[in-house]
Nanobody, 125 residues
């Protein structure tokens, strides 16, 4: 059984910062062998790609809407992935999900095998 648990969400004013964490566990789950990604879903909208990172952390990719403001990283020793979110905007308000796939970095939702339960991020104007 693979578990991904997001934390660090909350309410912040526009221009502020938050850091999300995604902790992975599972007896047969090899965190360091998985590419990881962050996705988000706003009310009434489809889930969309935010950022992704390969197994070692040497390769990252961002949606244009967050490039230059968000930073994805991972600590394989702690089996944890992070999303540092700076200069937050009201349009960043969404439920943020972490996801894992036992292969290369991808931006497509359907290509991820494991998902967390989500963390709410609300940015007030």
């Amino acid at each position: 059984q693979v578990q991904l648990v997001e934390s660090g969400g909350g309410l912040v004013q526009a221009g502020g910062s938050l850091r999300l964490s995604c902790a992975a566990s599972g007896r047969t789950f090899s965190f360091s062998s998985n590419a990881m990604g962050w996705f988000r879903q706003a009310p009434g909208k489809e889930r969309e790609f935010v950022a992704a990172i390969n197994w070692s952390g040497s390769n990252t990719y961002y949606a244009d809407s967050v490039k230059g403001r968000f930073t994805i990283s991972r600590d394989n020793a702690k089996k944890t992935m992070y999303l540092q979110m700076n200069s937050l905007k009201p349009e960043d308000t969404a439920v943020y999900y972490c996801a894992a796939r036992p292969s290369g970095l991808q931006i497509t939702t359907a290509l991820y095998d494991y998902w967390g339960q989500g963390a709410q991020v609300t940015v007030s104007s």
